[in-house]
């Protein structure tokens, strides 16, 4: 299987908008007709792909949504959740989770976590219409990883986005970092997709979970009002720039005489006809 060809795949897997992950696959496989077994060779990026993009799931039999993150990953397809003390398989290319099984999270900051967990659920309530968050420990168990994503989709509208937010929190030295990526696709007659990153450094006065989460919706307010302001400008200035004012006689078409007009005749004549 030539190296070029999943490489490309690869990249389409990747590059999937918000949502769209199915619909790529679905032209993926129509265009490799002849080559069914390529997807499978694409194992990693799927990976990559649900592990980036924060892929919300919903456990079998569960009735709230989970995370398939770097953070939580256990190994050999496995993650797991702190809120229903669980970890669950999970097939990247299907996106289906299964094989559900009792975890129990061990971390020196297990207390600090459900603090942070009650303060990010009021966040989370007060400023997104629907999104899943969860706090990871990192491996070293020195450093707390903070995810939010907020998905929304709207196929029948032609559009699709999602915000993430990650932050990572050193309770020892009162460090919290960040980075929150937006990534919406509007595709009716056209393809436009916006794609931000935003790096943070917040100022905490304490590791205590009202401040960190406090700093954290100052910060997404701050950044969201930014991105308001980006959408006006683009829209006032470059957007409108791409139309043309007046047509090519530089002068405005009065709708109200179109029947005077030669094109208009000639669409009138046609309809009595």
Do not use: C
């Amino acid at each position: 299987m030539p190296a070029d060809n999943v490489a490309a795949v690869s990249a389409f897997v990747e590059g999937a908008p918000p949502g769209e992950l199915a619909d790529v696959i679905a032209d993926i496989k129509a265009l490799t007709v002849s080559e069914p077994k390529l997807l499978q060779s694409a194992s990693a990026a799927f990976e990559k792909y649900n592990e980036e993009q924060l892929t919300v799931v919903k456990l079998p039999g569960g009735s709230q949504n989970v995370l398939v993150t770097p953070y939580n990953s256990l190994g050999d397809g496995r993650y797991y959740d702190v809120e229903s003390n669980s970890s669950f398989a999970f097939d990247h290319t299907t996106q289906i989770p299964s094989a559900v099984q009792s975890h129990t999270l061990e971390s020196q900051h297990i207390d600090l976590i459900k603090s942070l967990l009650k303060s990010l659920s009021t966040h989370a309530t007060e400023h997104y219409s629907s999104s899943t968050y969860s706090i990871f420990p990192t491996a070293s168990d020195s450093t707390l990883a903070i995810v939010l994503v907020a998905n929304k989709y709207s196929p029948s509208n032609f559009w699709n986005g999602r915000w993430r937010s990650t932050y990572f929190l050193t309770p020892s030295s009162t460090s919290l970092t960040g980075t929150i990526k937006v990534d919406v696709h509007y595709y009716e007659d056209g393809n436009v997709r916006l794609t931000t990153t935003k790096p943070l450094t917040l100022n905490i006065t304490s590791a205590s979970a009202p401040e960190v989460v406090r700093q954290i919706a100052l910060a997404e307010k701050k950044y969201q009002e930014e991105l308001n302001r980006g959408f006006t400008a683009l829209s006032e200035g470059a957007f409108k720039s791409l139309r043309r004012q007046l047509p090519v006689t530089r002068q405005k078409v009065e709708w109200e005489k179109v029947g005077g007009y030669r094109l208009g005749q000639e669409i009138g004549g046609a309809r009595a006809r």
